[in-house]
């Protein structure tokens, strides 16, 4: 009988250990975009001053759906409709030194936002808000700036949703954001 209930114990300890299930994979995963774009890997560097000047200015991260064959813009993303700029959880902007985006000064912090896409332009707006998914509670009343680009046609069709920080000019850079065959531009400028 003693046997019998170990057994049981052992079997049921087994058993819940196993119920803890992962989540499937995503199948748009998270990412980042950082400035400098080696910033995640700065500690590699063989110096405190190369590691220091790659301190991260800038990080977005977020989320890339696959095109997979789809209709994107007009279509899977509706024209004049706020739309979260990937999938799942809203992008979120964090902002290591003070910016100026859309002619607005920014407090270095964490903010989020979304892209209002129409045929010829993005319309990103910065938030406040964030850990949100989608753009379903996204209260526009939160909006901290806003920025117009008009959209540029891809060379090369863009598969997965991509974003990019770069450097334009001494103390301005731009984030690039692309998907199927479009291509929108913001610039941001550091002030530190």
Not at 103 to 110: F, Q, T, V
Not at 127 to 141: H, I, L, P, R, V
Request: proline share 6%; hydrophobic share 40%.
């Amino acid at each position: 009988m003693k046997k019998y209930l170990i057994l049981s114990v052992l079997f049921t300890a087994c058993y819940s250990l196993f119920a803890q299930d992962f989540a499937k994979i995503d199948p748009s995963p998270m990412d980042a975009t950082y400035y400098p774009a080696k910033a995640a890997k700065r500690f590699f560097e063989s110096t405190p001053e190369k590691i220091e000047a790659l301190t991260p200015k800038v990080k977005i991260l977020y989320s890339r759906p696959q095109k997979k064959g789809r209709e994107i813009f007009g279509n899977l993303v509706p024209y004049n409709k706020l739309w979260r700029a990937g999938a799942n959880e809203i992008p979120e902007l964090i902002l290591n030194v003070p910016a100026e985006i859309g002619e607005k000064k920014l407090a270095a912090g964490n903010y989020s936002f979304a892209i209002l896409p129409t045929k010829d332009s993005w319309t990103l707006y910065i938030n406040s808000a964030t850990d949100m998914w989608g753009a379903y509670t996204f209260d526009e009343s939160k909006n901290v700036t806003e920025v117009i680009a008009n959209t540029k046609i891809a060379a090369n069709e863009i598969e997965a949703f991509s974003m990019v920080l770069y450097q334009k000019s001494d103390n301005l850079i731009h984030l690039k954001i692309g998907w199927d065959n479009t291509i929108a531009e913001f610039p941001i400028t550091l002030l530190q």
